[in-house]
């Protein structure tokens, strides 16, 4: 079992700039792909990013590319995500999640761990 904790989230102008962290438990964190999703209120939950185990290849929705940056760090089994130049349209609650194995990808049906979610907000 892993266990997510994400933090980091808070309030922010639109044009700032804030970090998500999440920690996970276990001795395992390097054999899994990470990823961040996001739901917005009223809307579906909605991929955002993932990670390779490595961390050598990442992938963004087209609507954070360029903007926000995905890293993790095997050693202290966490990944965290850089938000720069933020909209009011990223105002969401932002989750972690972890899937085993080999897979890589945006469905969030693969992923089988999942943080309690953080919330950001983009004030206009």
């Known amino acids: 079992q892993v266990q997510l904790v994400e933090s980091g989230g808070g309030l922010v102008q639109a044009g700032g700039s804030l970090r998500l962290s999440c920690a996970t438990s276990?001795?395992?964190?390097?054999?899994?792909?990470m990823a961040w999703f996001r739901q917005a209120p009223g809307k579906e939950r909605e991929f955002v990013v993932v990670i390779s185990r490595s961390g050598s290849k990442s992938y963004y929705a087209d609507s954070v590319k360029g903007r926000f940056t995905i890293s993790r760090d095997n050693a202290k089994n966490s990944v965290y995500l850089q938000m720069n130049s933020l909209k009011p349209e990223d105002t969401a609650v932002y989750y972690c999640?972890?899937?085993?194995?080999?897979?890589?990808?945006?469905?969030?049906?693969?992923?089988?761990?999942w943080g309690q979610g953080t919330q950001v907000t983009v004030s206009s």
């Open positions: 276990g001795r395992t964190f390097s054999t899994y792909t």
């Open positions: 999640a972890a899937s085993p194995g080999s897979y890589y990808g945006i469905n969030q049906y693969e992923y089988d761990y």
